[in-house]
């Protein structure tokens, strides 16, 4: 799927990489624990509600560029500014971490494990 359906089924918002949602993706993981996304070693979409600049450092080391920003969380100006120098893609859905999921499982979006 592309990241344009994913904006489309989320009534999502996108923070940085409107020019990049013809991108096609296939893995997701949901975590606010960034630690456990550290452990990553593919390159998935990340759902998750920590909205920090920590969230897109830790994406940055694990070299991850999609993040999805769940219960309407926004980032801050530093957030976008860090994922632009490291070429990221920011989304931003008003839904839960669960209903997120399942909206994106509908759409085929596979788990990493």
């Known amino acids: 799927m592309?990241?344009?359906q994913i904006v489309d089924k989320l009534?999502?918002?996108?923070?940085?990489?409107?020019d990049k949602l013809d991108r096609e993706v296939e893995h997701a993981f949901?975590?606010?624990?960034?630690s456990d996304v550290l452990t990553l070693k593919d390159?998935?979409?990340?759902?998750?509600?920590?909205?920090?600049?920590?969230?897109?450092?830790?994406?940055?080391?694990?070299?991850?560029?999609v993040v999805i920003f769940v219960r309407?969380?926004?980032?801050?100006e530093d957030m976008i500014e860090l994922a632009d120098e490291n070429d990221m893609v920011?989304?931003?859905?008003?839904?839960?971490m669960f209903k997120?999921?399942?909206l994106l499982w509908e759409l085929g979006m596979k788990p990493l494990f």
């Open 11 to 18: 009534g999502a918002t996108v923070g940085l990489g409107a």
């Open 30 to 34: 949901a975590s606010d624990l960034m």
């Open 90 to 96: 920011l989304i931003c859905t008003p839904y839960s």
């Open 43 to 65: 390159t998935p979409v990340l759902i998750t509600g920590l909205c920090n600049v920590q969230t897109i450092r830790t994406c940055d080391m694990a070299n991850l560029d």
């Open 72 to 76: 309407g969380k926004r980032p801050s």
């Open 100 to 102: 997120t999921c399942g």
């Open 2 to 4: 592309t990241l344009q």
